[in-house]
């Protein structure tokens, strides 16, 4: 879902290296749009993750990349195995459910507020864990393991392609978010591990500033516990024994890499892909099916109502 670099609070926080610049869909032209045009219908999804946005820089890498990972993204294999991952993902919130849907009452949000907020909780919900094992897929194959595919006719089979419902996910340019909504994403940011990127959801709840306050004074205790990295850290070996059985082959090499980008550019892609499983989308999941269990309840947070059950 998406991010630009934010340089005075990577400057402020420490040494995580920058990562590149994202290409923003509404500048998506060419092959680059095409690619997005394709990621989108893979994930029956209105946005383009971040992830793809920023590897687009290397444009021959990501088509080289999406070729291996589009057929197991879609398919019903990974459907499956993200909704295994989800009911792994959401921690115990006990009594800060009640307290935080108590807190939404005195914010006076409509039922139709709620429901555009939900619309976007659920849509990273669904997205992040396939995301999480295909991105696993491709650092593992950068680091000398090659998933051969099992060539599972059934699981590789696409899943069927009705769209997601449509969310209408706005990503505002950090940098022209002002008053307490930037506030509020300054902490984030400083409170993650992600050196210039701003973990997507919070960007699109930033048009929300009392529920993105709300929400992140709720989340703040579940991040600074110990138990949510332990969580993060098992999801991601639970995504790469996923990865392990994907249908489809996912073999592009560092060798491969380099000889598509240059030895900078691979560089940057494992930069890109270790910190993406370990410190994006792993911590994330665990983080937004927790403000799925606030919002809704512990049950709730463990699926998504957008995943196919075929």
Not at 73 to 82: F, G, I, Q
Not at 230 to 243: I, K, M, N, Q, W
């Amino acid at each position: 879902m998406g991010e630009r670099a934010w340089t005075e609070s990577t400057e402020a926080s420490g040494s995580t290296p920058p990562l590149p610049m994202e290409v923003p869909e509404i500048e998506a032209s060419g092959t680059v749009a095409r690619l997005y045009d394709e990621i989108r219908a893979a994930l029956r999804s209105p946005n383009v993750n971040l992830v793809y946005r920023l590897l687009v820089r290397y444009p021959d890498y990501l088509v080289a990349a999406w070729a291996q990972i589009g057929p197991n993204l879609a398919s019903r294999y990974v459907e499956r195995e993200a909704e295994r991952l989800r009911a792994l993902a959401a921690p115990d919130v006990g009594t800060a459910a009640a307290h935080f849907r108590h807190e939404l009452l005195a914010l006076g949000l409509t039922e139709d507020d709620l429901a555009e907020i939900r619309g976007i909780v659920d849509l990273f919900n669904y997205a992040n864990p396939k995301n999480l094992i295909c991105v696993s897929a491709l650092r593992m194959a950068l680091d000398d393991q090659p998933i051969p595919g099992t060539r599972d006719v059934e699981g590789g089979q696409p899943v069927p392609s009705e769209p997601l419902p449509r969310v209408d996910v706005k990503m505002p340019d950090p940098q022209s978010v002002t008053g307490e909504a930037r506030v509020v994403l300054d902490e984030v940011l400083r409170a993650h591990q992600t050196g210039n990127a701003l973990p997507s959801v919070y960007r699109a709840l930033a048009h929300r500033p009392a529920f993105l306050r709300a929400a992140w004074d709720a989340l703040r205790t579940f991040v600074e516990r110990p138990e949510l990295a332990d969580r993060a850290r098992h999801l991601v070996a639970e995504a790469e024994r996923s990865a392990l059985a994907l249908p489809h082959p996912v073999d592009l090499s560092a060798t491969e890499t380099e000889r598509l980008v240059g030895a900078d550019g691979r560089a940057v892609i494992e930069e890109v892909m270790r910190r993406f499983q370990t410190a994006m989308i792993a911590p994330m999941t665990v983080e937004i099916h927790t403000l799925k269990a606030l919002l809704d309840g512990q049950d709730a947070a463990r699926s998504s109502p957008l995943a196919w059950r075929g």
